[in-house]
Antibody, heavy 120, light 107 residues
């Protein structure tokens, strides 16, 4: 069974940093692209970024709103995906989901999400 | 960036109704469009991909259609468990983008 479990969320002050993790199981993690998607309270979904797999050199893509502040990485040996968030702003407050990207780019499995609150 | 505009934003319907949600893209997405369902406090769930392909395990009352820049999600006979928010997402061009969502409420 495919499982994705996010962790690392919490309360952080504006300008601070936080690192989210996504632990994957039930599939060959190293074969897949992985995405981060967020949802601010009461708002819609926003794609944050993507990590490609080793075959595609682990390259990444980001939304303009986080580019230069957020970094996506992965450790295939640990079946884990990470989101390093620096220079956090109040508008980064959201539930952050990780998702497995499947054929045609769709996200076919999602984690349960982890809440990040940026506030003084 | 490709903008996705969903309509309506809110929809009131009754069990058994046929419901159609539209997603319009600001430029072509070559059919790389997915639909997700989200219930409060839960992660989104994939319903449809490549505009019209039903994800495994999703009831056949859900269907997707369209091409170019206009796409639809149809629920042929709304069931109690279908009251939720629905999102489209384009998967053709970075940055990937979502529509603003359509909340389907009970009339």
């Amino acid at each position: 069974e495919v499982q994705l479990v996010e962790s690392g969320g919490g309360l952080v002050q504006p300008g601070g940093s936080l690192r989210l993790s996504c632990a994957a199981s039930g599939f060959t993690f190293s074969d897949y692209y992985m995405d981060w998607v967020r949802q601010a309270p009461g708002k819609g979904l926003e794609w944050v970024g993507r990590s490609r797999n080793k075959a595609n050199s682990y390259t990444t893509e980001y939304a303009a709103s986080v580019r230069g502040r957020f970094t996506i990485s992965r450790d295939d040996s640990e079946n884990s995906l990470y989101l390093q968030m620096d220079s956090l702003k109040t508008e980064d407050t959201a539930v952050y989901y990780c998702g497995r990207r499947y054929d045609s780019g769709r996200i076919d499995y999602w984690g349960q999400g982890t809440l990040v609150t940026v506030s003084s | 960036d490709i903008q996705l505009t969903q309509s309506p934003s809110f929809l009131s319907a009754s069990v058994g109704d046929r419901v159609t949600i539209t997603c319009r893209a600001s430029q072509g997405v070559d059919g790389y469009l997915a639909w997700y369902q989200q219930k409060p406090g839960k992660a989104p769930k994939l319903l449809i991909y490549t505009a019209s392909t039903l994800q495994s395990g999703v009831p056949s009352r859900f269907s997707g259609g369209g091409s170019g820049t206009e796409f639809t999600l149809t629920i042929s006979s709304l069931q109690p468990e279908d009251f939720a928010t629905y999102y489209c997402q384009q998967l053709n061009t970075y940055p990937l983008t979502f529509g603003g969502g359509t909340k389907v409420e009970s009339k």
